[in-house]
């Protein structure tokens, strides 16, 4: 097996980016950042696991402002 030392979401799930990306930008923020229904029509972390692990390319977006936002830090 591979070593995933460089990769920053090894190991992360889905709810805990949500959750983090959340307590950084804030609902508002990140709806507005990544358009999608679920951060800006009644957000919830349930509705937005739901939607991103059906739709692959807002999964994406999602991940890939997480590691964005890590290296701001």
Not at 12 to 34: H, M, S
Not at 35 to 55: A, D, G, Q, W, Y
Request: glycine content about 4%; hydrophobic content about 35%; aromatic content about 10%.
């Amino acid at each position: 097996m591979h070593e995933q030392t460089n990769n920053p979401l090894h190991g992360k799930r889905l709810d805990t980016i949500i959750e983090y990306l959340v307590e950084y930008y804030g609902w508002e923020e990140l709806g507005q950042r990544i358009v999608i229904r679920c951060f800006n029509e009644n957000p919830s972390v349930k509705s937005s696991l739901t939607f991103l692990r059906k739709t692959p390319w807002a999964r994406e977006k999602v991940e890939q402002l997480y590691v964005k936002t890590l290296l701001k830090k």
